[in-house]
């Protein structure tokens, strides 16, 4: 029967990692129609720093490389990240196992089910799959399936969730930044007025300050402005609040998850290598590094070394700082802003 015969050499081609055979076997119409949604979808994903994982997958670096993929190509990257690596043993144990248990068959479409054997925890087990075939120009052809629909259906609706509440914002309402209080699920309402301003879209929020305010949307951190607007591409694995014109962020360098500093464009200004970071008071800033504090400038130069345990913000020239000894006993102080110690009584 034809439908057994292309069920089977599909199945063959995928476990033997033939995805030449395999993209001759699918319905080209469906990869097609399948390929445009991905990059819509993508597209769409890239406005809150969603696609750069999504990208490494299919070895690129932007979407513009996506896009010029032929259909061929984009089957043949989804191919290369579902294959099952089996060997040439199990391969034949597959292949020898497999058994239809049921056609649904109708005129140009039909199902078929059938159960494999599949090596798991070195135990064989019986497992149950499905393929949908579709009967065109006189030849029957497997319809795509990648296992990524879900996920992109999910991207999708959280986005134009996003979008549809965004239209819904007051921002006319807005008197000073300051008048800005987060509330549930987490939009931001007037303090003064209790007036929703910007509907409730993002995960996390931060406060407003300097006309941005850092803000959650999916996984990523960016910043807003006044108008609801991204001011800042969500980018960030976590983000602080604006002071002095710069805010402290999260990113992953060189596979750790260190912090640096970004201006209102959104560019680093100060590199990304310091394990915890404070806000900018005067004109300094706490940084720690290898479990030790200490306080750069807006430049990045080191001030005040990295020598103590604790330390708070700078106000009025002075801050507080604390050292331990091996006993865990620490000691206080009150430095000024050339590192100049000075204990406290």
Same mark, same amino acid.
């Given at each position: 029967m034809e439908i057994e015969t292309v069920f089977i050499e599909y199945l063959k081609a995928f476990y033997s990692k033939n995805f030449e055979k395999v993209y001759s076997l699918l319905y080209e119409e469906d990869i097609e129609i399948f390929y445009q949604k991905v990059i819509e979808? @993508? =597209?769409?994903?890239?406005?809150?720093g969603e696609t750069d994982l999504f990208l490494k997958k299919f070895n690129l670096d932007s979407l513009d490389? *996506?896009?010029?993929?032929?259909?061929?190509?984009?089957?043949?990257?989804?191919?290369?990240?579902?294959?099952?690596?089996?060997?040439?043993?199990?391969? #034949?144990? &597959?292949?020898?196992? &497999?058994?239809?248990? %049921?056609?649904? %068959?109708?005129?140009?479409?039909?199902?078929?089910?059938?159960?494999?054997p599949i090596k798991l925890y070195d135990k064989w087990i019986v497992s149950q799959g499905c393929v949908e075939m579709i009967k065109t #120009?006189?030849?029957? =052809? &497997? /319809?795509?399936? +990648?296992?990524?629909e879900t996920g992109f259906n999910r991207f999708h609706d959280e986005i134009d969730r996003f979008h549809s509440l965004k239209l819904k914002d007051n921002v006319a309402a807005i008197k000073h930044e300051g008048d800005l209080v987060k509330f549930t699920n987490i939009g931001f309402k007037d303090l003064t007025t209790g007036k929703i301003i910007f509907e409730p879209r993002f995960k996390d929020a931060g406060d407003f300050s300097e006309g941005l305010a850092a803000v959650q949307i999916i996984k990523k951190y960016g910043y807003i402005n006044l108008k609801g607007e991204l001011a800042i591409k969500p980018q960030f694995i976590y983000a602080n609040e604006?002071?002095? =014109?710069? @805010?402290?962020?999260?990113?992953?360098?060189?596979?750790?998850?260190?912090?640096?500093?970004?201006? =209102?464009?959104?560019?680093?200004? &100060?590199? @990304?290598?310091?394990?915890?970071?404070?806000?900018?008071?005067?004109? *300094?800033c706490a940084v720690?590094?290898?479990?030790?504090?200490?306080?750069? %400038?807006?430049?990045?130069? /080191?001030?005040?070394?990295?020598?103590?345990?604790?330390?708070?913000?700078?106000?009025?020239?002075?801050?507080?700082?604390?050292?331990? %000894?091996?006993?865990?006993? +620490?000691?206080?102080?009150l430095i000024d802003k050339k590192g100049k110690i000075k204990e406290m009584e």
């Open positions: 979808i @993508a =597209k769409k994903m890239d406005e809150f490389q *996506l896009t010029k993929l032929s259909s061929k190509e984009f089957t043949i990257s989804i191919l290369e990240i579902a294959k099952v690596e089996v060997g040439e043993q199990e391969f #034949n144990k &597959i292949i020898k196992g &497999i058994k239809i248990s %049921n056609i649904e %068959n109708a005129t140009f479409i039909s199902k078929v089910h059938y159960d494999y #120009n006189g030849l029957w =052809k &497997i /319809l795509f399936k +990648s296992g990524m604006f002071s002095e =014109k710069l @805010a402290s962020v999260k990113i992953l360098n060189k596979g750790e998850e260190k912090w640096g500093f970004i201006d =209102k464009k959104g560019d680093f200004k &100060i590199e @990304a290598i310091y394990d915890e970071t404070r806000n900018f008071k005067d004109g *300094l720690k590094c290898n479990e030790k504090w200490g306080f750069i %400038n807006k430049k990045g130069d /080191l001030i005040i070394p990295f020598e103590f345990d604790y330390v708070e913000d700078f106000s009025y020239g002075t801050a507080f700082a604390e050292i331990e %000894n091996e006993d865990f006993e +620490s000691t206080r102080f």
